[in-house]
């Protein structure tokens, strides 16, 4: 049975975040066409969980079997979020750009997922290389909205786009590898004209046919 993990990270409610909706449309259409997948839910945009600070850094690089309470306490919910993500096959992911990376409330999210031992491991005998992921297999859709445009590669915000690079960036701690990440994104949100109202089609558009396809490979692989 395929899991998906659905995440949404925007700070605003769904009649009023195209992330959401995206995210929606693309759910609505997976389970469509795959009903007995299971789904994860996990809501960083309207229960942020907290910046991590020097007691969580403290508590993940000791080793679990030398860890007191509070350590465990501290880390239990970056525990929850890791097993969620080590439970997932497809992470649906909806991403908005805040001042050109990613919002707040996913970046901890971010953060309490990279786990020493549990998403990554390290060894300086790897050379330059230390950080290797644990998970594999995984694929990532990135549902994002801007208010501007052009952020894709090539176009003329490209080099301000601070979002998809760093979800890029981290993608192997999910178990995600590059070629398995796919990006939709809303544009020109803040110009509300008709280029935005084309954005917002065809991004659906992407996202149903998108899950559609992913649902069917699982019903191929299965049958
Ligand atoms: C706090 C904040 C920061 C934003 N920063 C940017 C930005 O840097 N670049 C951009 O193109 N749009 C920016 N926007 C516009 C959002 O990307 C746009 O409103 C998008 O639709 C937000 O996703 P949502 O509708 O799911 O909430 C920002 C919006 C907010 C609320």
Redesign the pocket.
Known sequence: MTTLLHI?????LEE???????TKTFMDAYLGTHASARVIRRDV?QTPPPAITSDFIHAAFTPADQRENWMRERLALSDELVDEVVASDIIVL?A??????M?AALKAWVDHVARIGRTFSFDLSRGDFPIEPVLSGKTLVVL??????G?APGGI?AH?NALDPAIGACAHYWGVAQEAIHTIA??Y??FKDDRHRRSIDDAHQNARALAMKLAANVAAVAA
């Open positions: 949404d990270s925007s700070a605003q009023r975040s195209l992330t959401r909706q995206l945009g909806g908005p750009m805040y001042n050109y990376g919002p994002s909205a801007r208010g501007e445009f952020f915000r301000l809303i544009e949100q803040e």
